[in-house]
């Protein structure tokens, strides 16, 4: 069986940072599975370059357009989320673990390559509808064609690819086991950050954390992260960017970590 982990970079390069990241987290993990790289035509050439250094297989792929206008102009950041899409083209493929370029690995997930398509965890704000930014999927150009004939036909609850992917896979929630990801393998990192701040839940359940998802700050566009996972977001990019490390702010990011836990206590007591 051929196996890959895919990752989208497109709309520019604005998560190319999450890239870096994730495929340092990746390494980490000590999987020796191929990374995938889609980029759209924009990603420039020198940034190419050095993500294939850094061990990425680049494949260009077309974006695929948001088919809903109104999302478009409300939430930008949605705006080509459906170019992920393409990863059912990756039919060299026989199995892919599709990540969101905002993730983080935190422990070795190949045993994600046993799971059937379609396989996810439960999103954090429906958690009977699964969350696309990790799936396990099997390429299939038929596949691909069904969704795009379908795009035009089919709403989408959150105007993006989760709520077009929950349609086209309808019934995850009461699908069979194999198909339901336990949350640690796409855990928000709000979450993780919570569970942190409180010793009993961290001892428990720590070991089930592998999969971390910056659903809402992204560390390295908002300075502080007031939301959490700062600091091991922070400590994977420096891995790839030794030269932009400083212990000054290593501090600083544990700092924003440690204000997190401290309101946590200050509002749950
Ligand atoms: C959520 C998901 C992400 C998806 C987006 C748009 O943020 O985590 O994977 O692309 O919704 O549907
Ligand atoms: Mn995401």
Request: with cysteine; aromatic share 12%.
């Amino acid at each position: 069986m051929k196996k890959a982990y895919a990752v989208t970079l497109c709309n520019g390069e604005g998560y190319l940072p999450g890239v870096e990241a994730l495929g340092s987290s990746l390494a980490s993990s000590g999987t020796t599975e191929p990374k995938v790289l889609m980029v759209t035509p924009e990603v420039r050439m020198v940034t190419r370059d050095r993500l294939a250094a850094q061990g990425w297989i680049i494949r260009e792929i077309a974006p695929i357009p948001n088919p809903n206008p109104a999302t478009q102009r409300m939430l930008p950041r949605f705006s080509a989320a459906y170019t992920k899409l393409r990863a059912w083209q990756l039919t060299d493929f026989d199995k892919v673990v599709l990540l969101d370029a905002d993730t983080l690995v935190m422990k070795n997930v190949d045993d994600l390559f046993d799971r059937p398509e379609l396989a996810a965890a439960p999103d954090f704000f429906l958690p009977d509808r699964f969350n696309s930014g990790v799936m396990v999927i099997e390429p299939s150009e038929s596949i691909f064609d069904r969704m795009i004939h379908a795009l035009g036909h089919e709403q989408s609850y959150d105007g993006g690819d989760q709520g077009f992917l929950n349609l086209f896979f309808a019934g995850w929630y009461a699908s069979s086991i194999e198909h339901r990801l336990p949350t640690g393998y796409n855990i928000a990192h709000f979450i993780y950050q919570f569970m942190h701040s409180h010793a009993s839940a961290w001892k428990t359940l720590q070991h089930e954390i592998k999969i971390v998802h910056y659903l809402v700050q992204k560390p390295w566009k908002s300075h502080p992260t007031l939301t959490g996972a700062s600091d091991i977001w922070w400590s994977a990019y420096f891995k790839v960017h030794p030269e932009k490390a400083e212990s000054l702010k290593h501090r600083l990011h544990e700092a924003e970590d440690w204000s997190f836990d401290a309101l946590t206590h200050l509002f749950v007591g």
